[in-house]
């Protein structure tokens, strides 16, 4: 796939609760390499939309596209291939608590067999190395502090060698000294090409990092487009004022 | 006042070896059934998980003795088990007891499972399915083995009520530790004895039993707090 194709495609997106509709009418499409911010008030949808694309989230109406492939119409097989394709990355971490380090991250890729046990390790040094991480491989999750957690959960999903990645608020559970470290690592992950798509409330990372950023409101993309377009120059009062109030 | 023991302590030593297997078979067969109940239960399809809610409110809300003899008796016209002697019973009547008891653990112990997984946040489920594990590795690999790390001192309580409730096994015939007492009972005339002597039996077993699963609980404990 070259570069400037279209790697998701989501079109007419509608997702609802019960009567609670979340996402009314989502359009929007991600190329390789693209780094996607997704911001906008608590319960407009962000996360929501995130995991449509990776289908936590079932039963929605509209078409997601990954690579050209259906995934919302996927059978079960079909949708784990998808998964493996797109790391994903919570704001609660939700690594393993019974699994050392080096097992969060090996454990998948050595079941699925996308690498022997001898590769999925040396990979996983590599990534430990990549976070800065390296001497907790047999540590277990609980003996880490919050960013150091979030940063394996990184490695843990790259492991899977992603074609994209996705991030759910990956710094909002971290105590404030802890943001730093684990968006540095998000900042190498972009400048080495990652397709990347990002739920946050990190203003001045969105603006640097982003090619571009959907202002979600009320269910709906309400603005979008550069982050000089949406931090500079946009006209939407709605945009502006909420702007206004984070930063 | 326990003389008895000197001439009856083998009849002791046979029922308590026979208590200890019945638990052990009762128990594996409710870790067994336990699962798939827990598995029913929680099924989306909601035939499997009717099924299991109807055997986990029969088994609780009926005596245990009566499963016991329901059991027993509907089995052995069915089965045709050799009337091979096993310590002191036929085993026309201790296998149909052992599956008793672990039918009537199983649903206990699903509903530990249940809770178990219950407890489980769904960020774990979540972050398997993202990774393109399947539902059941996710499942199996991912949230059991911390359910079954919270349930633990549950499922210990399970496992000691029910070397407790082997006894009813009386009923239908095997010599495990109180009918042993009670045959012994009859031969003295005294009664008083010999149950002193099987309840003392039965706090040891259950004390053991309590401590290795504390054992358990601390070695898992501990592990998962290692920093490097």
């Known amino acids: ?247 | 006042m326990f003389d008895f023991l000197k001439q009856y302590y083998p009849v002791f030593v046979e029922g308590t070896a026979q208590t200890i297997i019945i638990s052990i078979i009762g128990i594996m067969i409710g870790i067994l059934l336990g699962l798939i109940f827990v598995m029913m239960r929680l099924s989306k399809i909601k035939f499997l998980s009717y099924i299991a809610r109807v055997y986990i409110a029969i088994v609780r809300g009926t005596p245990a003795m009566i499963q016991v003899m329901l059991i027993y008796y509907t089995l052995s016209k069915v089965l045709e088990v050799p009337q091979i002697q096993f310590l002191g019973s036929g085993l026309d009547r201790v296998i149909p007891g052992s599956i008793a008891l672990g039918i009537n653990s199983g649903a206990y112990t699903a509903e530990i499972f249940r809770s178990g997984i219950i407890s489980i946040s769904n960020g774990q489920t979540e972050a398997g399915l993202s990774l393109g594990l399947s539902d059941r590795t996710t499942m199996f690999s991912i949230v059991l083995p911390q359910a079954v790390r919270n349930i633990l001192p549950a499922l210990g309580n399970e496992f000691i009520s029910l070397v407790k409730e082997s006894s009813v096994l009386f009923y239908i015939g095997v010599q495990e530790v109180t009918a042993q007492a009670l045959g012994v009972g009859g031969t003295l005339y005294d009664f008083v004895p010999p149950l002193i002597v099987a309840a003392l039996i039965y706090f040891v077993l259950t004390f053991i039993l309590s401590q290795l699963m504390q054992l358990l609980e601390k070695k898992m404990g501990r592990k998962y707090l290692r920093s490097n």
């Open chain 1, 1 to 247: 796939m070259s570069a400037g194709e279209s790697i998701i495609e989501v079109s007419s997106l509608k997702k609802a609760f019960g009567d609670n509709v979340v996402l009314k009418d989502i359009s929007f499409d991600v190329k390789k390499s693209e780094k996607v911010v997704l911001i906008g008030p608590s319960g407009s949808g962000k996360s929501t939309l995130l995991r449509c694309l990776n289908r936590l989230e079932d039963d929605y109406e509209g078409k997601v596209l990954f690579e050209g492939e259906n995934v919302n119409g996927a059978s079960k097989e079909k949708l784990r291939l998808l998964r493996q394709k797109m790391g994903m990355v919570f704001q609660q971490f939700n690594l393993f608590p019974h699994k050392t380090v080096l097992e969060n991250i090996t454990f998948s890729p050595i079941k699925l067999k996308i690498a022997t046990p001898q590769e999925a390790i040396a990979h996983a040094h590599e990534l430990l190395k990549q976070v800065d991480l390296s001497e907790k491989a047999d540590a277990y999750p609980q003996s880490l502090s919050g960013g150091q957690q979030q940063r394996v959960a990184i490695a843990r999903a790259l492991a899977m060698n992603p074609e994209v990645m996705l991030f759910d608020e990956p710094t909002s559970a971290l105590d404030p000294e802890m943001v730093g470290d684990v968006l540095g690592v998000m900042e190498r992950l972009a400048k080495n090409g990652m397709t990347m798509i990002i739920v946050t409330h990190e203003m001045s990372f969105a603006q640097n990092i982003a090619d571009k950023v959907l202002f979600m409101d009320d269910g709906m993309i309400a603005d979008s487009g550069t982050a000089k377009h949406i931090f500079k120059e946009t006209n939407n009062t709605r945009t502006q004022s909420f702007l206004s109030k984070v930063m």
